[in-house]
């Protein structure tokens, strides 16, 4: 019998497969490779720091056979993981992908400049939900369950620690990423001029989930 796909904590051995994730999913859901030059940025941006600074939060769809083949993490608490990200993230990434000197021109110089501004993170009207979280999957494991599966254990370990209410931001042309959330009981956030990005948010409580 094959083993099933099943949700586990994350290991650092995961975390080639969770870099290469996140690069395959983060054009709008889609891969980012015929996009980019270096799409390594992605992960250097919106997950490798989680798993460096809070690895007890990232929690990985792993294949049945020990592979990772999407991922949950996040942050129970935004401010403090801003101010370590600036601290103890950037260090380790500045001088492969050094900030900008200049507005951003190319694609890639537009994720570079996100990368070296954490603060971005800090949204006063999101400040109720304090934990935000990430969530990719590769295509062929997606519309299966697995999703839910994810988020739902990523809720109860937030709900564990006593975190009331967690956040995320979506690039809004994504509309079966936003299908998804809006299953799992996320609402909009009205954030005055969001960009190209919306804003959700719920309560961890399992009558959420």
Request: aromatic share 8%.
């Amino acid at each position: 019998m094959t083993p099933s796909p099943a949700v586990r904590p994350y290991h650092p051995h995961d975390r080639d497969a969770l870099e290469d994730i996140c690069v395959r999913t983060a054009h709008a859901g889609r891969d980012s490779r015929p996009h980019y030059k270096d799409p390594g940025v992605f992960p250097a941006a919106f997950a490798s720091p989680y798993v460096h600074l809070e690895p007890e939060l990232a929690f990985v769809l792993d294949d049945g056979a020990g592979q990772a083949v999407g991922y949950v993490l996040g942050t129970a608490d935004t401010p403090r993981f801003v101010a370590d990200y600036r601290a103890k993230w950037l260090p380790l990434v500045a001088d492969r992908y050094p900030e900008p000197r200049h507005p951003p021109r190319t694609p890639d110089e537009e994720i570079v400049a996100l990368l070296h501004r954490p603060e971005r993170m800090l949204v006063p009207e999101v400040a109720a939900y304090p934990a935000h979280l990430h969530i990719d999957l590769l295509p062929d494991r997606q519309g299966r369950g697995y999703g839910r599966a994810l988020m739902e254990t990523f809720l109860r370990a937030l709900h564990e620690r006593g975190v009331a209410a967690v956040h995320l931001s979506m690039v809004s042309a994504n509309t079966p990423a936003r299908a998804f959330y809006d299953r799992l009981g996320f609402h909009e956030i009205a954030v005055p001029d969001p960009g190209p990005v919306t804003y959700l948010g719920r309560s961890t409580a399992a009558e959420g989930r």
